[in-house]
């Protein structure tokens, strides 16, 4: 289906394993995994417990995986998730929470995806025999849906406190840490002091293959260890996986910076030619297009793209999602977005008011 495509900007999710990252899994020392007997997921666990200011971690086929074990561990059935209304917890997972852990969710409505700590303080409950019990506040970082937008580590921080004043836990979400750390020049451990649960997806910016790595006080991550054989995620010689993402510790996540200048430019060129472009100030790696005022819908523009070897996100008939990474260069972003810009400028006399 993407055979034709050449700049694929649907997701960070479509980069491919280079060569090189290809050559460090082959060489990679391996063992049972579920015995603790594989050298390099150990060495990939430490070392993303490090970065995240955690006692421990643990590796995970996916980002998904790290929610739910999350969930599983903090919750018990009938509790409460406080979640922004745009999080991939809430509306990108399966209803996993429900399904899995029995917690259901109570939202908050945020357009870049962050709240405040006055915003928790009102989602939780008061402790009644008839609601709900107030388990987790749950942030995502970057906010996906938010625009890539970043938390500001102070809001952060006020939302673990608020959480932890009322006996929650904090979680976060951390599918795009490393480009929030990136963009703000703060460490990933400074972005997580205070939660309780953290993880980083490896498959997203950092172009890995497969897996996530959830961290979490020695404790949190014992528990975790049940649930990741539990659920079937307990692997075995993992450390083929594992060695990827050590691979892009090391060479893909300062590089995360170049994503964020492609996606800017890409929302300089589509402003310049009068397209509608969210979030004002684009943070990190992901834009969305608003496409309401032109006669072609997100759906045909993007049909036409894909003429040009071209993909973008189609998100609803007037809202289209640009996410840049390691597959894509600068030229080729230059070139997707002019091809946009003229699929849309000739349709210029035909653009309708709304
Ligand atoms: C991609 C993503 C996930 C899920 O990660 P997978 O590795 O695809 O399972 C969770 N949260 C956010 C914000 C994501 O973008």
Redesign the pocket.
């Known amino acids: 289906m993407t055979r034709n495509i050449e700049i694929d900007l649907i997701?960070d999710?479509s980069t491919k394993p280079s060569a090189e990252m290809l050559a460090a899994m082959v060489k990679a020392e391996v063992g049972d995994e579920q015995r603790y007997e594989d050298p390099t997921v150990l060495a990939l666990g430490e070392r993303v417990a490090d970065l995240l200011g955690m006692e421990a971690a643990l590796f995970l086929p996916?980002?998904?995986?790290?929610?739910q074990i999350a969930y599983l561990v903090h919750c018990r059935p009938g509790d409460e998730i406080i979640a922004a209304a745009n999080?991939?917890?809430f509306g990108?997972?399966g209803a996993g929470a429900s399904a899995l852990a029995g917690a259901q969710f109570r939202t908050i409505e945020t357009p870049d995806g962050i709240f405040a700590a006055s915003d928790v303080e009102a989602a939780i409950r008061a402790p009644r025999h008839r609601s709900p019990r107030s388990r987790v506040v749950s942030v995502?970082q970057?906010?996906?849906?938010g625009g890539g937008s970043v938390w500001p580590t102070t809001a952060l921080a006020e939302v673990a406190a608020a959480a932890h004043a009322r006996g929650l836990a904090a979680h976060m979400?951390g599918?795009?840490l490393p480009n929030a750390a990136i963009a703000s020049g703060q460490s990933a451990a400074e972005h997580t002091r205070g939660m309780d649960s953290a993880w980083i997806?490896?498959?997203?910016g950092l172009g890995c293959p497969v897996?996530?790595v959830l961290a979490g006080s020695k404790d949190f991550i014992a528990e975790a260890w049940f649930w990741k054989h539990r659920l079937g995620g307990a692997m075995r010689q993992a450390g083929f996986l594992a060695a990827a993402g050590l691979y892009a510790l090391d060479h893909n996540y300062e590089r995360l910076a170049e994503d964020h200048d492609n996606a800017r430019l890409f929302g300089e060129i589509a402003r310049a030619a009068g397209i509608p472009v969210f979030p004002e100030r684009i943070a990190t790696n992901i834009l969305f297009l608003d496409v309401a005022g032109y006669a072609l819908d997100a759906g045909e523009i993007a049909a036409r793209l894909a003429g040009h070897g071209v993909r973008l996100g189609v998100e609803t008939p007037t809202r289209m999602r640009v996410v840049t990474h390691l597959d894509v260069s600068r030229e080729q972003v230059q070139r997707a977005a002019g091809h946009l810009v003229r699929i849309v400028d000739d349709q210029t006399p035909l653009r309708v008011a709304r």
């Not at 996916?62 to 929610?67: F, I, R």
């Not at 970057?142 to 849906?145: F, I, K, Q, Y």
């Not at 997806?201 to 997203?204: G, M, V």
């Open positions: 997701s999710t996916s980002g998904t995986m790290c929610n999080a991939h917890v990108s997972e995502e970057t906010a996906n849906r979400d599918a795009r997806d490896l498959s997203k897996g996530g």
